[in-house]
């Protein structure tokens, strides 16, 4: 028996939803939808050969429907989770679930109440670059890693509601909760100290670059890099420990895994280099025969459509869940730490 499911907001990320759901989720069907704006319905039910709700109230009393995902602006995810939970519905939420911390403990709490299922569309916990980090980090293909960059560049700036503050609009909001909660997922043990520097174009209301520092309880610390107005990009990953470094390039998985040949090797040459900026010994590049080189590792075909199968398997109790309300807590809390750090310009002392 498949899982009726309705879409609330029915823009641009809806229809991702909905074409892969279609072609590769047999045991869900999406029979309904509902949106503010009329015109949207009106093309969705036509593309879609779906269902519109005249009112959120159709939905909630509809007792065929379920699961419910919900694809609305930031600012009214909360209500629709918590009313829609309250009506018998298991729930989906994009991301970010909520607009700050309070909110997602509502939440959490009408989840408990009702027993509900409830997740958040934290679909790049399956992006192939990810999952290569995860795996260096699982095989402890570098040992005891002190930093891990992640960065994201690109030169487009924010557009649509994104831009606007009340919506819940910003790049924290919108790439910043995909990759701190990557990086939260990668690394379990407390976030405890946080710093972030959020930047601004002129003349806008919301952040559209920003950095973030995380020092973890471990002594690894987390730098995590973005901007939609950067024309010259970074690697997508650098991870560097005292044995080696790996670079993951691109979304591509194009890089590499350099490590010392010889990890009790010292002192290997005497050599004095000289530069544009001086003599140095220090930074002199090392001699081949001094490093190995190693591809990434495989990971095998993932795609963010495994999420949906999580969420299949435990609705039919066969599985854990993956993407958890709590996780997301933790990522919530983080987010506004890096907010109160930007504000007042400090590093902000934390248990995460």
Sequence with gaps: MSIKMAIIGMGGMSGWHFENIR??????EIVAGYDIDKNTCARR??????????TPDEL???KEISLVLIATPNDVHKDYSIKCMEAGKNVVCEKPVTMNVAELEEVIAVRNKTGKFFSIHQNRRWDPDYLT??????DKMLRAPYTIKSSVHGSHGLYGWRAFKPNGGGLLLDWGVHLLDQMLDLMPDAVVSTYGHLHSKPNSEVDDAFTIMLRFESGCTAVVDISTTSYVVEPRWRISSHEGTAIVETWEMHGKIVKQADPDEIDWTETVIYTAAGPTRTML???KDTVTEEAL????????IDYYKNVVDVLNGKAKQIVTAEQGLRVMKVIEAVFESSKTGIAVTTKI
């Excluded at 593309?47 to 709700?53: A, F, L, N, S, V």
């Excluded at 980090?133 to 699982?138: C, D, P």
């Design 133 to 138: 980090v995860k795996k260096i980090f699982e």
């Design 45 to 54: 039910a036509k593309e879609w050969g779906i269902k519109i709700y005249q």
């Design 60 to 62: 909630y009393a509809d």
């Design 297 to 304: 590792p495989k990971v095998g075909e993932r795609n963010w």
């Design 285 to 287: 590049p090392r001699p």
């Design 23 to 28: 072609e590769n989720i047999k045991d869900i």
